[in-house]
């Protein structure tokens, strides 16, 4: 039986802009664009269903039942008149001329709305559905991890008596070389497992942007990069996470056949994450300051890279990697030790100053202590200082009224997801992968009343459990 070893608080502080994929996109009904504010307005398509006027209703009731391509075009045309407000993400140099041009397209040439279109789709990075927040998956954080302990070993220790290096990346012969290197024969006895890494939520003040991510050559050749611009969503550098990282070990009553042979220190894995992505960063610097690109300031201590964009040699075990390197049109493909091409964060599709490229996903992860925590979810909970602007993606928590303080061996969860299921008349409250459950319908405040209980839909909100036996108990909503 496994039992709690080492917990450790982080803050994680972003470097450089993080686009981590979550397959969704900003949907062409769901925004518009402030062009005066070089802003993205993101917003709930009923709340703009609601604000049109019968005559406009009757305009984009017509538009849809066009059905045509052309058809989302005259919508942004319709959007772009309204005033509705939402969440405001900020749009990159390059954004706006390419919207006008997209509108700009005749409606008769389908074939040429369509391209367009498939060019002007904008991914979102990860996000708190319920906040629409940007947040850290904890998976990005553990797979981030996990590579950097893959590549702990010196090239002379890495001599398996198979070979890993097969043409073409197969996903098995991966497989089977992180199964050598972990000393593991089955899931249940990975080391991995054993390491529990929660989602890192805001800290505060979440600045988001929509760039483009762009493709060049590390060397330049007479031949473009194939990679075309992609507008991504970025979480930008100087916004922090908080987290948390359990670290567990096997009892002494374990069975042979489940015990893992070479369990996870959390100092060394610590430690190897910075030594592997300070080594990679180097390398990193060194190619681009070759082109003339300017990198985000070397920082002792803590170093990763999550997210999209990462390049081939942050997601590999070197001595190992076999990535594919596509040449020119017609002439297929090769597979090599190292990247060719890099893709970086830009301002614009084309002709980009090269002190405007950045690379993406670098960050620092540093422990913090619990009284570090405490503080960090009291300013949360507290809002901005007076005369400052909380921002509209975070939202401006309520204060607490004196029979709303916490109460002595209680935990507050500062954005807990609530959500009420009616067969069992329970309220559970969710937060960084924990629950906690009540059967008191009297602790619903009554602002959430009539969306958490009559229309069944989650709302967030700062709560307060407690530890009853096993288990959490929910003792307040705010």
Same mark, same amino acid.
């Given at each position: ?141 553990? !797979? ?98 908080? !987290? ?39 390398? &990193? ?27 081939? *040699?942050?997601?590999?075990? *070197? ?52 009284? &570090? ?9 507290? !809002?901005?200082?007076? !005369? ?75 709560? &307060? ?14």
């Amino acid at each position: 039986m496994a039992i709690f070893l080492e917990k450790f608080n982080f803050l994680l502080t972003i470097l450089s802009p993080l686009h981590i994929g979550c397959d969704e996109v900003y949907e062409p009904f769901s925004f518009r664009i402030a062009e005066d504010e070089k802003k993205l307005i993101h917003f709930d398509q009923f709340n703009f269903l609601d604000s049109l006027n019968q005559q406009d209703r009757l305009k984009f009731t017509g538009f849809c039942k066009q059905g045509r391509i052309s058809s989302i075009l005259e919508i942004y045309k319709l959007m772009a008149k309204s005033n509705i407000s939402g969440r405001r993400v900020q749009l990159c140099e390059g954004f706006i001329d390419h919207y006008r041009q997209t509108l700009g397209i005749n409606t008769r040439n389908e074939h040429a709305v369509q391209q367009n279109l498939n060019n002007f789709i904008i991914a979102r990075t990860a996000f708190n559905p319920y906040k629409e927040q940007p947040y850290i998956p904890g998976s990005s954080i553990k !797979g981030a991890l996990r590579t950097a302990w893959l590549n702990r070993l010196p090239q002379a220790e890495l001599t398996p008596a198979i070979d890993y290096s097969k043409k073409g990346g197969l996903n098995r012969e991966a497989l089977r070389l992180e199964k050598h290197l972990l000393d593991y024969d089955q899931f249940h006895v990975d080391p991995f497992r054993l390491v529990k890494v929660s989602d890192f939520m805001p800290a505060g003040q979440i600045e988001a942007k929509i760039r483009y991510s762009v493709n060049i050559k590390k060397r330049p050749t007479n031949y473009e990069p194939q990679g075309l611009p992609i507008l991504v969503e970025t979480v930008e550098s100087g916004s922090a996470f908080l !987290g948390s990282i359990t670290i567990q070990r096997q009892g002494r009553d374990i069975k042979d056949r489940d015990r893992i042979n070479a369990p996870i220190a959390g100092d060394e894995l610590l430690f190897q994450s910075n030594e592997f992505y300070q080594k990679e960063k180097k390398r &990193e610097d060194r190619e681009l300051s070759s082109l003339g690109i300017t990198t985000p300031a070397a920082v002792d201590g803590g170093l990763i890279r999550l997210g999209r964009h990462s390049g081939a *040699e942050c997601v590999t075990i *070197e001595g190992f990697r076999d990535i594919k390197i596509m040449k020119a049109k017609g002439e297929g493909s090769e597979y090599k030790s190292g990247a060719t091409t890099i893709w970086l964060a830009a301002e614009r599709r084309t002709q980009n100053p090269l002190s405007d490229l950045k690379p993406f996903g670098w960050a620092i992860i540093k422990p913090i202590s619990e009284e &570090e925590v405490s503080n960090y979810l009291a300013k949360i909970i507290a !809002g901005p200082e007076e !005369g400052t602007d909380m921002p509209p993606e975070l939202g401006t928590p309520e204060l607490p009224s004196s029979d709303q303080v916490f109460h002595e061996g209680t935990e507050c969860w500062p954005e807990a997801v609530v959500t009420y299921a009616p067969g069992s008349r329970t309220i559970t409250a969710q937060y960084q992968g924990r629950k906690a459950e009540s059967r008191n319908p009297e602790l619903v405040p009554d602002k959430y009343r009539k969306k958490l209980i009559d229309k069944k839909s989650a709302v967030t909100a700062p709560v &307060e459990v407690k530890k009853l036996g096993n288990l959490l108990e929910l003792v307040k909503i705010r």
